[in-house]
């Protein structure tokens, strides 16, 4: 899997400039090889490329945004009688929405883990 994939989407996503992306290259890469640790196997990232880096690309904006959201308080600009507030909460949970979505398109592809309850009948 190639991690130009997973900046060029990040980019896209993010709106940052290509001369800001250095700043954020760890978070592509940290998830990247996450979702690349969750892959049944290697082929199955070969073979699913754009969908596999459309969901990292997802998850390094989430952690983009919470990492933003949190060093950044909210901004207000005021002129005159017009008061602009930027809030940070509603793009991380677009951010969020927009990771699980590309999760659960890639769900067939990764390994199944979690609770499971249920009876063993003998």
Do not use: H
């Amino acid at each position: 899997m190639s991690l130009k994939n997973v900046t060029d989407r990040f980019i896209m996503l993010s709106g940052i400039e290509e001369e800001e992306l250095q700043r954020w290259l760890p978070l592509c890469r940290d998830s990247l090889e996450y979702i690349e640790s969750r892959l049944t196997s290697k082929d199955t990232a070969k073979e699913n490329v754009c969908r596999v880096s459309s969901a990292a690309a997802a998850l390094a904006y989430y952690s983009y945004c919470l990492t933003v959201s949190s060093a950044e308080t909210a901004k207000r600009f005021k002129a005159g009688d017009v008061e602009i507030e930027q809030d940070y909460s509603q793009r991380v949970e677009s951010a969020k929405s927009l990771w699980l979505t590309e999760k659960e398109k890639i769900s067939d592809l990764l390994l199944q883990s979690g609770f499971y309850f249920g009876r063993t009948i003998t």
